[in-house]
């Protein structure tokens, strides 16, 4: 019980010193919202108008209280559960915004997600089974190679051959104009088009971790006297492969898995970037440009949590699972 | 070591389960898509780039938010009257004449005839309570025009506006303003935060359909001057304005009708169709070198006198503005369409050569000593920060030539390029040496002036941010003329005043114009012909209603 409770007040402790920095770290940027709000509106201009920035200032009430002050209110809304209005997409709200970017963003990174993990667990562990063969070379030193490549890059060259020269997806964005949000036909396989070349860009570098992560652990295992002690009664090679190394090899990229979970968010930045894509990863790339501290701050506390929920999670299961842990603290 | 069962995958994929549903965004208001299905205007559709409202655009017209849909409000809302932002010539719109009384009452006489697409008539109450937004709802107003205005009446077809001091100025200000329908907006507890779902409007085009991907504006057939209008759809998609996605558009031919920043224009977008694709790039603003008054040398008359020659602006022009424009004038004006405010007894137009000789002459006159191969004052050399933002490329580029230019005369200039809002920050506290801006190259030279030297009778000191003169300029003179300049009602009035300050600017030297800044604009005559452009310059781009007036299907041009 002890360990339960010791796990939970870091937790917490965590947590809070997470949102104190959330709170601190936007405010050491340099600049003014409004006055970034008033440069996004005049992209071609290289001066702004001092007279529409005060207007913007007035228009989303910047605060002109003292930071401790600030500080104060801004845990008070946090307990609330009210995250405020956004500064980039005034009037509406940061709760408004997240909640239509959300979803795209988990769908593309879920998806991708737990794609990359089955595929490069499962090559990883054919690989290590099958070692220092010809598939373990070309699968480690694929991997390696591609690991080695900036994924931002395969990503514009992937939508500069297949979408503009090629012409076989769609040029940016999550769907076609012509189609109307919501649960139609038209919608949906326009949204899927959309998704293929984000979502390649993701999986041709997802599985690299899993697949090298995977392999070295199951290649130590299986040198070690149990998997030989499984050979010498006999077991058939598929048995030893999958219930003696495999499905202990895994264990560490299943942790690594909760830590993914929660970087679904700040990885999507990029690549939503590149491809006009309609999540979160956008919404944070805009947020920061715009010195939007609401929205940056909640989509930080998003991320924030994600990554601290899974780790807590996680660490309740092992303590339940490995008895050991528990006491040992 | 960790150890434990694939429970824990499991566990963590039932976290991921709850995926919400795919987003519904914005509900879908059915506007005017039965409005026009008889009679069709001959060109079928202009196709577009962006249209604001970020990379997330929610339904939002309106005209005041951040977030405003501006490729449907520029179409709906429309002013009182249009400065020809080339030429400088007013254009009579929803208000049919103006006049100035006295330099304090402006009354604009209110076009009949014009009905909101409700088909309520438009009046001169509508003009009043667009105006008055502003007065009770101080983030409305953008111009910040009620710190000068006392009031606004309508009387008849005439609406009158009183100043509380002489405020030719403000009048391109007041006509700019899109006027809003009374009968809608007065309902609006909070016109701030109103997001105007369903516009009521008098412009030329009506909102077809929207989603967060594309927005279609269809011809208003009741619109007062639909006979002029022969464009029956206009079409936006979402990009990202000016990112590598529109830019690539543009090149394979998939707007019409742009103004975004393409690289290489001759080859990524010329080329491609030489038969269609056109572009003009008139100047705008002077980006020009602003120094701190508040510290030598800068605060030395004959220092910037003798430096504003040491810059060769038309390969400034060529680095950073792909030679689009020219070197710009000392006398601060966008020549040559401005040319009717110029002073004639200006020689070459204040058009400064590059001619180190004579920077050095002006230097040596005013006490400077040339050591070997650096200048020198009181056995000092002289040094200098320029700080440049990193992600303007181009002005990175000329910083480089400014670094030259100084070297050849003997001041070493190191160039500290950095963070956009490090650089503004330190601008507006006074903490930097030289810079670039981009002031005046619009038709209000007041503006201009006031932006660059407004305050300069009390400069702000070092430490409190400001806005205007954040040069510091100190000069009474200059500030009397300035506020002379804002009460001139009339071209008449404002010329001898515009000459005084040329040939303050010219002699005193406050900032260095060097180039002027091209405005983008980029048209296909595939589908429409009757673009202005370097030919026949009948509007400034950033003249849109003036433009789709003057459109006309290929054959007929």
């Known amino acids: 019980m002890i360990y339960f409770v010791r796990r939970f007040a870091v937790f917490l402790l965590t947590l809070w010193a997470a949102i104190t920095l959330n709170f601190i770290i936007p405010r050491l940027q340099p600049g003014d919202p409004a006055e970034r709000i008033v440069r996004r509106l005049n992209p071609n201009s290289r001066t702004v108008d001092p007279n529409q920035v005060e207007a913007v200032r007035k228009m989303l009430g910047l605060p002109d209280t003292n930071i401790f002050e600030q500080y104060l209110q801004y845990l008070q809304t946090l307990v609330r559960g009210e995250f405020g209005v956004s500064y980039s997409y005034f009037p509406f709200t940061v709760t408004h915004m997240i909640g239509q970017t959300l979803p795209w963003t988990l769908v593309l990174g879920a998806v991708t997600l737990f794609i990359g993990f089955v595929v490069g667990t499962l090559l990883g562990a054919w690989a290590a089974w099958r070692r220092n063969g010809p598939f373990d070379s070309v699968t480690t030193l694929g991997a390696t190679f591609l690991g080695t490549l900036p994924s931002f890059w395969i990503a514009l060259l992937l939508l500069y051959v297949c979408a503009f020269k090629w012409g076989w997806f769609p040029v940016g964005g999550g769907y076609s104009g012509d189609a109307q949000p919501g649960w139609n036909w038209a919608f949906i396989s326009s949204a899927f088009e959309h998704s293929v070349l984000p979502a390649v860009s993701i999986l041709l570098f997802a599985p690299i971790g899993w697949i090298l992560g995977m392999r070295n652990n199951m290649v130590t295992i299986l040198g070690d006297d149990y998997t030989r002690l499984a050979k010498a009664k006999g077991l058939s090679e598929r048995r030893i492969a999958l219930w003696y190394g495999a499905r202990v090899a895994v264990l560490p990229n299943v942790a690594g898995l909760a830590l993914a979970v929660g970087g679904i968010l700040g990885g999507s930045v990029v690549i939503e970037q590149i491809f006009s894509y309609p999540g979160m990863g956008r919404l944070l790339f805009e947020a920061l440009r715009d010195g939007d501290y609401p929205l940056m701050q909640t989509v930080f506390l998003f991320i924030i949590i994600g990554v601290l929920l899974a780790d807590l999670v996680a660490d309740f299961l092992y303590g339940v699972l490995d008895p050991r842990v528990r006491r040992g603290g | ?557």
């Open chain 2, 1 to 557: 070591m960790l150890k434990s069962k694939p429970m824990v995958f499991l566990l963590l994929l039932a976290l991921l389960a709850p995926m919400p549903a795919v987003a519904s965004a914005g509900s879908q208001a059915p506007f005017h898509a039965a409005v026009a299905q008889e009679g069709e205007a001959p060109i079928e559709n202009l196709d577009r780039g962006d249209f604001g409202g970020g990379s997330n655009p929610q339904q939002n017209f309106n005209p005041f938010s951040p977030t405003v849909l501006s490729g449907a409000t520029t179409w709906l809302f429309e002013p009182l009257m249009i400065i020809n932002a080339y030429s400088c010539e007013v254009i009579p719109w929803l208000a049919t004449e103006f006049a100035w009384p006295d330099p304090q009452t402006l009354q604009f006489t209110i076009r009949e005839g014009v009905t909101w697409s409700d088909g309520t008539p438009f009046t001169a109450e509508d003009v009043v309570f667009t105006h008055k937004l502003g007065q009770a709802f101080p983030a409305l107003d953008t111009d910040q025009a009620w710190d000068v205005l006392t009031d606004v009446v309508a009387e008849g077809n005439t609406v009158t506006f009183t100043f509380n001091t002489p405020a030719g100025a403000q009048f391109s200000n007041l006509v700019d303003n899109p006027i809003l329908p009374k009968h809608i907006w007065e309902a609006q507890a909070d016109p701030v935060t109103f997001l105007n779902e369903e516009p009521v409007s008098t412009g030329p085009f009506l909102v077809e359909s929207f989603n967060p991907q594309q927005l279609v504006m269809v011809r208003n057939p009741d619109y007062w001057q639909a006979e002029k209008v022969q464009v029956q759809r206009l079409t936006y998609t979402k990009t990202e304005a000016g990112g590598q996605v529109a830019q690539l558009a543009l090149g394979e031919g998939r707007y019409d009708w742009a103004d975004q920043f393409q690289p290489g224009i001759e080859e990524t977008y010329v080329a491609k169709d030489p038969e269609h694709n056109k572009y003009w790039f008139p100047a705008g603003g002077s980006v020009s070198l602003m120094m701190n008054h508040s510290k030598a040398p800068f605060n030395d008359p004959a220092f910037r006198q003798g430096i504003a020659y040491a810059f060769d602006r038309e390969s400034m022009a060529q680095r950073a503005a792909f030679g689009y424009t020219g070197g710009s004038t000392q006398a601060f004006l966008t020549l040559p369409n401005q040319e009717i405010y110029l002073d004639p007894s200006i020689p070459d137009q204040g058009f400064l050569p590059h001619d180190p000789a004579k920077a050095i002459e002006i230097l040596t006159a005013g006490g400077y000593v040339m050591d070997g191969d650096s200048l020198t004052k009181d056995g000092e050399p002289v040094n200098v920060t320029f700080s440049v933002p990193a992600s303007f490329n181009d002005w990175v580029q000329a910083a480089e030539l400014v670094r030259e230019g100084l070297g050849e005369i003997g001041i070493n200039v190191e160039i500290d390029s950095k963070d956009p809002d490090l650089v503004f920050d330190e601008r507006k506290a006074g903490n930097f040496d030289m810079t670039f801006d981009a002031p005046g190259g619009g038709c209000n030279l007041w503006a201009g002036y006031n932006y660059a030297l407004g305050g300069s009778d009390a400069p702000t000191p070092v430490d409190t941010p400001v806005d205007f003169n954040y040069i510091r300029f100190n000069s009474p003179e200059t500030q009397a003329l300035i506020d002379q300049l804002q009460g001139a009602t009339d071209i008449e009035a404002q010329t001898p005043i515009a000459h005084q300050l040329q040939q303050m600017m010219m002699t005193q030297v406050p900032f260095i114009p060097l180039w002027y800044g091209p405005v983008w604009f980029e048209y296909r005559t595939e589908n429409a012909e009757g673009w202005p452009s370097a030919e026949n310059p009948y509007a400034h781009p950033g003249n849109p209603l003036v433009i789709i007036t003057n459109l006309v299907p290929p054959a007929a041009a």
